[in-house]
């Protein structure tokens, strides 16, 4: 069983550096595939309200086996709970659909700051933390003016920051931002969207030098620089490889290389106007 390196958090505990996005499996294909999964070695499943495959994602971790101690558990909320008490519904909602009573990671899942109250929501996730109802907390596509807001508010930074990343989005300010911070930086769409980034030269040449898919190459590009990936798929095959990418490292060439598809792809999502 291959199982991914953990990565300390602020909070004292670890997340390991490799999970299983469940964006966009609906709730029978998530049950399916989170129980594959862990079966497989996974011992990190991410999901989130807005994806609505909650019900599905906790019926795939009771279907592994696997004690629930042993699994991280991520989700997230919508905008509609950006209050102190809206936190706690949304928290109380969350574990009520997965069937769990506490969450290893709850984080803010857009900043929205058109809505002007995410420093509320911060709030309502470190009284979360302070009663042990959620273990680490964290906020998602949060940019370093966000994440300079809630930390006047109350001098208390996320333990990871989870952003769209990949060597189309190297977010070198972020993740410089996230270190001096002390916060982890989590990668979505880490193999991009779709099959462009397999399909690019720099991509396909690192992986053939490896003898590894091209997805291998790009996870291995995330892990090898302290990143934590959360790739997605349904394929068992692709499941197993996605998760088996530390037997090998890219030289320092092979990295820049990567980082040179830099805003090449399609564009991210912009946190300032994007969120829900």
């Known amino acids: 069983m291959t199982a991914a390196p953990r990565i300390p958090l602020s909070s004292g505990h670890s997340i390991p550096q490799i999970g299983l996005g469940t964006w966009p499996l609906d709730n029978v294909q998530a049950a399916e595939v989170i129980a594959t999964a862990l079966e497989l070695g996974y011992r990190h499943v991410d999901t989130a309200e807005n994806y609505g495959n909650e019900e599905g994602v906790g019926e795939g971790l009771r279907r592994s086996g696997v004690p629930r101690e042993d699994v991280f ?5 919508n905008r509609e709970w950006h ?3 809206g936190v706690r519904e949304a928290w109380e909602r ?3 659909r997965l069937g769990v009573d506490y969450l290893d990671l709850f984080l803010v899942h857009w900043p929205n700051p058109d809505q002007g109250t995410y420093v509320e929501a911060w709030d309502g996730l470190l009284a979360l933390r302070e009663e042990g109802k959620v273990r680490s907390v964290g906020v998602s596509n ?6 300079d807001a809630i930390i006047a508010a109350t001098g208390v930074g996320p333990d990871v920051d989870q952003i769209q990343l990949s060597p189309y989005w190297t977010q070198q ?7 001096g911070h002390a916060i982890v930086t989590e990668s979505y769409s880490p193999i991009g969207q779709g099959r462009d980034l397999l399909a690019e030269p720099a991509v396909v040449a690192v992986a053939e030098a490896h003898g590894v898919t091209p997805a291998q190459a790009v996870l291995r590009w995330h892990t090898q620089q ?3 990936a959360i790739p997605k798929s349904a394929s068992p095959q692709r499941l197993a490889e996605n998760l088996d990418v530390f037997g090998f490292d890219l ?3 092979e990295l820049a290389a990567l980082d040179r598809l830099n805003g090449t792809g399609p564009a991210a999502a912009d946190p300032e106007t994007f969120g829900h």
């Open 142 to 147: 949060f940019t370093p003016a966000h994440l």
């Open 73 to 77: 558990v991520t989700t997230k909320f």
């Open 173 to 179: 300010a972020a993740r410089a931002y996230h270190f």
């Open 226 to 228: 302290g990143l934590v």
């Open 94 to 96: 969350s574990v009520r």
């Open 83 to 85: 209050s102190v008490a």
């Open 251 to 253: 030289t320092r060439e």
